[in-house]
């Protein structure tokens, strides 16, 4: 089938929803939904059929168990099956609502529109595809309460790097607060077009957010001089593979905003942070994830 997508369908203990969230996208899976189903939870989640053979899902499969076992909640059921494109695009979507975030976020899908309660707030329009970024896990939002925080002072001189910005909602939400610029770079080209596209739906010019295919090298190609702040919402393997790179590209009084990260990763982030010059300001934790808010010293 051209252009196919597995769908797969897990049936889990709500306890366990972040593990298995984490666990499908270490796996490569897009576009993750969740409903409640009686006591237990539904999750859907979305792979490009090239990305996993058979034998793939079956240890994906098998890696749920184990976690469960570890965890100790409930083992979770996982079934997959195959749909094209056109029903891949469409099916999440009837699962994601509007979501209200911090004080002053809400984020939106582009097809629906903001409710009345929220429409004072600063409004993010996604349609992120297969990109990672709705607005909907744990570290997105925190992500977007530490940018809160951190930006309530003078937005509109600083200039921030976001690595791995997915559908682009860290790099919207800056620019509607105020940011003056922001790069913004992501290893999959989906992501890269996504992201571009949520642009044009914030009508945000693209000077404003420049958006690039690449990592942090490419970060530091794109500026003419450092940026005031970085913001990193990716897995922690690869956060701590970036942390020696950071001070390459922020200013000597610089910030970052790091999530992507579970509480029991926490503690080799906070020594890569230290061994290159970086002190944590706060640690904020959301269910089973943590963001941390650093400085360089």
Not at 9 to 15: F, K, L
Not at 75 to 80: F, N, P, Q, Y
Not at 116 to 132: K, N, S, V
Request: aromatic share 8%; net charge negative.
């Amino acid at each position: 089938m051209a252009n196919s997508w597995w769908e797969i369908q897990i049936i889990c203990d709500p306890n366990a929803e972040d593990l298995i969230f984490w666990r499908l996208d270490s796996f490569g899976c897009s576009g993750i939904a969740s409903e409640k189903k009686s006591h237990s939870l539904l999750l859907r989640s979305y792979l490009p059929e090239e990305e996993a053979q058979l034998l793939d899902l079956a240890a994906l499969s098998l890696w749920l168990h184990q976690d469960a076992l570890i965890s100790g909640t409930k083992i979770s059921k996982m079934r997959w099956h195959l749909i094209d494109e056109e029903d891949w695009a469409s099916s999440w979507k009837q699962y994601w609502q509007p979501q209200i975030i911090g004080d002053l976020f809400v984020v939106c899908p582009a097809w629906l529109p903001v409710p009345e309660d929220a429409r004072d707030r600063l409004c993010i329009l996604l349609d992120p595809g297969a990109a990672f970024g709705t607005g909907t896990h744990p570290t997105t939002q925190l992500c977007l309460d530490s940018i809160e925080m951190r930006l309530g002072e003078e937005p509109e001189k600083m200039t921030i790097a976001d690595i791995g910005c997915g559908s682009g909602i860290l790099s919207i939400g800056a620019v509607l607060m105020g940011v003056k610029q922001v790069y913004g770079v992501d290893i999959d080209s989906l992501a890269v077009k996504a992201a571009r596209n949520n642009r044009t739906l914030n009508n945000i010019d693209p000077d404003r957010i420049i958006v690039e295919k690449g990592s942090i090298q490419k970060v530091a190609q794109l500026l003419t001089e450092p940026v005031d702040g970085l913001v990193c919402n990716i897995l922690a393997e690869i956060i701590i593979d970036l942390i020696p790179q950071m001070t390459e590209i922020v200013k000597p009084k610089g910030w970052a905003i790091l999530s992507g990260i579970l509480l029991d990763q926490a503690k080799p982030i906070a020594d890569t942070l230290e061994a290159h010059g970086w002190v944590v300001a706060t640690l904020w934790k959301k269910q089973e994830w943590c963001c941390f808010n650093v400085r360089r010293s």
